[in-house]
């Protein structure tokens, strides 16, 4: 007689950010316990949403995290006094905000021809544009000591001149007739989304988590933590506890840079995320 044992194991579909997201031997990226990470809303807003909504879009986002880290985290994830800063990136011996910026013009149509911002993807923060693919709907770009994860950074900027992001429960959009009057993009389930690349999540393979990378016009699904990302939040930066890191952290004084990247063509076409993950760049010196 044969015996068949069946074992089921319910592996988390929740993906951490590593400092090479293509090794599953790097380190990854993780926010000190205690932290008290600030996110600072541009001033300037979105103006094509209606009145003032998008901070409310925002804050609603930051509050549904916050909701989680006080339920089971050790750290604070709270929104900061609005600010005029616009610039996105880490930069030694200045002082970094985490920000939160609508980019309102491409970089393609304004950036002289030939001109590279003094290189390492500075368009964006010099002609204060969108530097990004144009079907990303809005990138987190996370700055680290690439040696040990520690998070230094991390900002985020939305793709105004592409998406419509709209701030309404409902209805939802007619395909073709995108406005701010229905669910189009929606701006908290977008940063819902992102705040999770913020707190060192990476993209997760379940298409049904707030962390896939795939958002159609109409969402609000990712409004709210999945289960695994939830957890995420009790395991990575476990209450009354070290953050966990991956494995031991050697110390290096050196920095990295990673930028998760996010989106879907407004026709709903999945986006080969990969190509934003080159992004990644050497670290800084
Ligand atoms: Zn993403």
Redesign the pocket.
């Known amino acids: 007689m044969i015996l068949q044992l069946v074992v089921t194991i319910a592996l988390s579909q929740a993906v951490r950010s590593r400092v090479d997201d293509q090794d599953p031997k790097s380190q990854c990226l993780w926010w000190p316990e205690n932290s008290q990470i600030q996110l600072k809303f541009s001033a300037d807003g979105n103006p094509l949403t209606p009145g003032e909504t998008e901070f409310d879009g925002l804050a609603a986002a930051l509050a549904t995290w916050q909701t989680q880290l006080s339920a089971c985290g050790n750290l604070t994830l709270t929104q900061g006094p609005r600010t005029p800063t616009r610039k996105v990136g880490f930069f030694e011996k200045q002082t970094n905000e985490d920000v939160a910026v609508f980019r309102l013009r491409r970089c393609s149509e304004i950036v002289p021809p030939g001109d590279t911002c003094g290189g390492a993807d500075n368009c964006g923060n010099q002609f204060d544009c969108w530097q990004h693919q144009e079907a990303a709907i809005a990138i ?1 770009t996370t700055s680290y000591n690439p040696t040990t994860g520690r998070i230094l950074d991390s900002d985020i900027e939305f793709n105004s001149p592409t998406f419509t992001f709209s701030t309404v429960d409902s209805p939802v959009c007619l395909s073709g007739a995108l406005s701010t009057n229905c669910v189009a993009t929606d701006l908290q389930n977008t940063t819902t ?2 705040l999770g ?1 913020l707190l060192g999540l990476a ?1 997760s393979p379940s298409t049904s988590s707030t ?1 896939s ?1 795939r958002a159609n016009p109409g969402e609000l699904s990712k409004r709210v933590l999945d289960a695994d990302t939830a957890q995420f939040v009790c395991d990575a930066y476990p209450k009354g506890r070290p953050s966990q890191t991956c494995f031991l952290p050697p110390v290096s004084p050196q920095l990295g840079k990673a930028a ?3 989106g879907a063509a407004p026709g709903g076409l999945l986006i080969a ?1 990969a190509a934003l993950l080159l992004r990644k760049k050497a670290p800084l010196k």
Do not use: F
């Open positions: 987190t989304h992102e690349h993209h962390m990378y998760p990247g996010c995320i």
